[in-house]
């Protein structure tokens, strides 16, 4: 069975600063790897994916992530985060399952940027 | 491009009635498409898949008659919350997918508050 485990349910940070939100997985097969963004009483917004290739992924709006199978981790960067990162942040792998690709999601990340 | 839709964006109705909510791809053909509820400040929970033409699948404890999904066609799927009860009060988001292409694209959410 496949899971996501994002380590910190908060992170509070200033403005211009650099945030990492973690996650690790665990599975027994190759997965696919997303972040999404989801801000209050919407729907969620893809900021980047890892198929395959380049283990180094750039996303929207600047974030980036780094796929490292070794540690199973998919950590989520921004060099310089702005007030309107603020947001919640989910790490989720893919399964393929009966023909079709499920999600599991992990528990989230509140991101909180302070001016 | 990948939109989807969702109506309404919220829906207030009392205890015992029935409240049916769309899910529409705008700009492409979803061969499958996923419905999801979140509780405040929690990650989303699979309900169910939907492949356009046959029957859905539904998550481990997600009741069948109680969660009606119809996927009429390529673009649109439905959700029916018969009978609804307060406990049902959620906040519901599909998800689209296309063949091939190992992404879900995630409509703005529906939010459901029984009375």
């Known amino acids: 069975a496949q899971s996501v485990t994002q380590l910190d349910s908060q992170v509070p940070v200033f403005e211009e600063a650099p945030v990492e939100l973690r996650c690790n997985y665990s599975?027994?097969?190759?997965?696919?790897l997303f972040w999404y963004v989801q801000y209050p009483n919407q729907g969620l917004q893809l900021l980047l994916k890892?198929?395959?290739?380049?283990?180094l992924v750039k996303g929207i709006n600047g974030f980036e992530a780094e796929f490292n199978k070794s540690q199973t981790s998919f950590h989520l960067r921004k060099p310089s985060v702005h007030i309107s990162d603020t947001a919640e942040y989910f790490c989720?792998?893919?399964?393929?399952?009966?023909?079709?690709?499920?999600?599991?999601f992990g528990a989230g990340t509140r991101l909180a940027v302070h001016p | 491009g990948a939109v989807v839709s969702q109506h309404p964006s919220w829906v207030i109705c009392k205890s015992g009635t029935s409240v049916k909510i769309e899910c529409r791809s705008l700009?492409?053909?979803?061969?499958?498409m996923f419905w999801y509820r979140q509780f405040p400040k929690q990650s989303l929970m699979l309900m169910a898949t939907?492949?356009?033409?046959?029957?859905?699948?539904?998550e481990q404890g997600v009741e069948k008659d109680k969660f009606l999904i119809n996927h009429a066609s390529l673009t649109l799927s439905t959700l029916t919350v018969t009978s609804a009860h307060p406990e049902d009060s959620s906040f519901y988001i599909c998800?689209?997918?296309?063949?091939?292409?190992?992404?879900?694209?995630f409509g703005p959410g529906t939010r459901l508050t029984v009375l």
């Open positions: 939907s492949n356009e033409g046959s029957k859905a699948t539904y």
């Open positions: 599975s027994s097969v190759s997965v696919y």
């Open positions: 998800s689209a997918g296309l063949a091939g292409v190992n992404t879900q694209y």
């Open positions: 989720a792998v893919s399964s393929f399952s009966g023909g079709y690709n499920k999600l599991i």
């Open positions: 700009d492409f053909q979803a061969t499958t």
């Open positions: 890892y198929l395959s290739g380049s283990t």
